[in-house]
C-alpha cells in the first residue's frame, strides 16, 4: 500500500467517574475511583474525514509516584500535560503518513516536556493518548485491523529513526503473520486482595455475582498465570507469598506461572536481592520461585532503576532472576539503557505508546536474533476496561504475540456496568467472544480455562467494532471545574 496522507483537525475529552469493586492496592497508592478520560479525534485520512478514539483510566501514582501529593493535585498536573499534548499534535499539520505524524508530535511535545520537568512516564502517556485516538482514526477510515496496518508500508513505520541499530528491520520481521487468537489471563494479586472465602467476610464485599479472593478466581476462571505484588517489607510480604505458594500449589497441582512485581519498592539491587535471599529460606517460596517463576518486574524504582551503578550488582549475582522494567521505560531510550545494565527486557502497555512499543519490540527481537541475548517482552495491565481501552490494549498484544498479559480490569471493576445500556448491548452483540452477560445483567470478561477469547477483536479496526458515543460522559472541562478546583 502507498503512503496514506493524514491531518489531524480536533481532539475533545470527556470523562466517566468510576469506582472500583474493592481497592486496588500497589505500591504506595490504593485505588478505590478513577477518571475514564475519553479521547475523541477528526482525523482527514487521505482527504476524507474520520473519527477516532481512545481512552483510560488515570489511576493514583501510577505516571508520577509523588507521595507528598494528592491525587487531585496530580490529576490537575495530568491532565495539563494531555491537554498539552493535544494541542501540540493539531499543530503538526498535514502528514504524508503515520509515522511522519507520530515523528514530528514526539519531537515538538518533547521541546515542552523536557524544559518544564515533565516526568518522561507521563509525557508519553498523553503522546500515547492522542498517537491511539488517531490511528483508531486510521483504522476505521481503512476499515483494516491493527495487526494488518502495522505490517503495511503505509504507515510510513521507519524503526532506524528510533535506534539508528534496526537500520533495515520493519514490523513484517519481527511480528508474527498473524495475531494471537486467544489471551492467557495472568491474574493480579494485589496487596490487599483477600486470598480465601475466608478473608471475604468482612461485610464490605461486592454484591456483584464476581470473584474476590484469590482461590475462588482461580476456580472460576481456571486461571494458571498469575502476577504477585510486592510492598518491599518482609514482615508483610513473607507470610504473604507463603499462603499464595500453598494456595496456588494446592489449587494447581498441574501446574502455573508466576511474575513478581516489585512495585518500585526496592532503593537498588542489592536491597532486593536482601530480600529474595530471605524468602529463599521458605521452602514453599523457594520451590515457587524455583520452578514457577517467569520474571520479575520493575523492582527498583524508576528514578535509581536505569542508573549505570545497577550493572555491577546485577553482574555481581550471577544466577539472578529475568528482570525487566515498567514505570522505569518512560521514553525511547529506556530500553536500551536498562539492556546495557542487565535487565532482561521491558513491559509493553499502549499507555506508553504504540510505536515505542513496537520500537522495543524490535529491539528485543534483533538484540536476541544477533547478540543471541535473552530478552523479554511482557504484557502488563493498568486497570484497563472496555468497551475501548482494553480491546485496544488486546489487539496491540496480539500483534505482538504476547501470549500472557496481566489482566486485571475486570477484576477491579464490574465489568461495563458503568457505561450506558445501549453501549453494553452492543458490546455483548459485536464481541461475544470476548465478553458475556454477567448474572446482574451488565457484560464481563468471559474468561474460560484461564483465556479469552480475541477473534473479534483482531477484526475489528483498532480491536473494537463498538461506535462509542462521547455525547454520554461529561466535557473534561466541566467535570474539572466541578471535581479539581
Not at 529513526?161 to 492467557?184: A, C, R, S, Y
Not at 549475582?317 to 528482570?323: T, V
Request: with cysteine; net charge negative.
Amino acid at each position: 500500500m502507498s503512503a496514506i496522507p493524514i491531518h489531524l483537525r480536533e481532539i475533545h475529552f470527556h470523562v466517566l467517574p468510576m469506582q472500583t469493586r474493592f481497592p486496588f492496592k500497589y505500591g504506595i497508592a490504593s485505588m478505590t475511583q478513577l477518571p475514564h478520560l475519553f479521547v475523541s479525534s477528526t482525523v482527514e485520512v487521505a482527504g476524507r474525514s474520520s473519527h477516532g478514539l481512545a481512552t483510560e483510566g488515570l489511576p493514583p501514582k501510577w505516571f508520577t509516584k509523588y507521595p507528598d501529593t494528592t491525587f487531585e493535585q496530580d490529576l490537575k498536573s495530568d491532565l495539563e500535560v494531555i491537554r498539552t499534548a493535544a494541542k501540540v499534535a493539531t499543530e503538526t499539520g498535514r502528514c504524508q503518513h503515520f509515522f511522519e505524524f507520530w515523528d514530528r508530535f514526539y519531537t515538538e511535545f518533547k521541546k515542552q516536556w523536557l524544559p518544564s520537568g515533565v516526568p518522561p512516564l507521563l509525557a508519553n502517556f498523553a503522546l500515547s493518548l492522542v498517537e491511539r485516538s488517531v490511528l483508531d482514526a486510521l483504522a476505521k477510515a481503512l476499515g483494516r485491523p491493527l495487526h494488518q496496518l502495522l505490517r503495511d508500508e503505509g504507515l510510513g513505520i521507519r524503526l532506524s529513526v528510533i535506534h539508528p541499530e534496526l537500520k533495515g528491520i520493519t514490523p513484517d520481521n519481527f511480528l508474527p503473520e498473524k495475531p494471537l487468537e486467544h489471551t492467557i489471563v495472568r491474574h493480579t494479586v494485589g496487596l490487599g486482595d483477600p486470598l480465601t472465602p475466608e478473608e471475604t467476610g468482612s461485610g464490605n464485599e461486592p454484591d456483584d455475582g464476581l470473584p474476590m479472593d484469590l482461590v475462588s478466581s482461580i476456580r472460576r476462571y481456571g486461571l494458571s498465570y498469575f502476577k504477585i505484588k510486592l510492598s518491599g517489607d518482609m514482615n508483610r510480604d513473607q507470610p504473604r507469598l507463603k499462603a499464595i505458594a500453598e494456595i496456588l500449589r494446592q489449587e494447581l497441582a498441574g501446574g502455573f506461572f508466576i511474575t513478581l512485581d516489585g512495585n518500585e519498592q526496592f532503593r537498588d539491587f542489592e536491597a532486593f536481592r536482601e530480600c529474595w535471599d530471605s524468602l529463599q529460606r521458605t521452602p514453599v517460596i523457594r520451590s515457587m520461585l524455583t520452578k514457577n517463576l517467569l520474571l520479575v518486574e520493575q523492582p527498583v524504582h524508576r528514578d535509581q532503576a536505569l542508573d549505570p551503578a545497577n550493572t555491577e550488582q546485577l553482574k555481581d549475582w550471577s544466577e539472578h532472576p529475568d528482570f525487566i522494567i515498567d514505570e522505569a521505560d518512560g521514553d525511547l531510550d529506556s530500553l536500551p539503557k536498562a539492556m546495557e545494565i542487565g535487565y532482561a527486557g521491558t513491559s509493553h502497555k499502549n499507555c506508553k505508546g504504540i510505536v515505542k512499543g513496537l520500537a522495543n519490540a524490535a529491539l528485543l527481537y534483533f538484540r536476541s536474533s544477533t547478540a543471541g541475548s535473552k530478552t523479554v517482552l511482557s504484557g502488563e495491565d493498568l486497570a484497563n476496561v472496555g468497551p475501548v481501552a482494553l480491546l485496544q490494549d488486546l489487539a496491540m498484544m496480539n500483534a505482538l504475540g504476547i501470549r500472557h498479559v496481566e489482566r486485571n480490569g475486570h477484576h477491579y471493576f464490574k465489568g461495563l456496568s458503568a457505561f450506558p445500556a445501549d453501549i453494553r448491548q452492543n458490546v455483548l452483540d459485536a464481541h461475544g467472544d470476548l465478553y458475556h452477560l454477567s448474572s446482574q445483567g451488565w457484560p464481563t470478561l468471559h474468561i474460560s480455562k484461564g483465556r479469552i477469547c480475541t477473534s473479534s477483536v483482531n477484526q475489528a479496526p483498532f480491536g473494537c467494532a463498538v461506535v462509542v458515543e462521547t455525547s454520554h460522559f461529561e466535557d473534561l472541562d466541566s467535570w474539572a471545574a466541578s471535581n479539581l478546583d
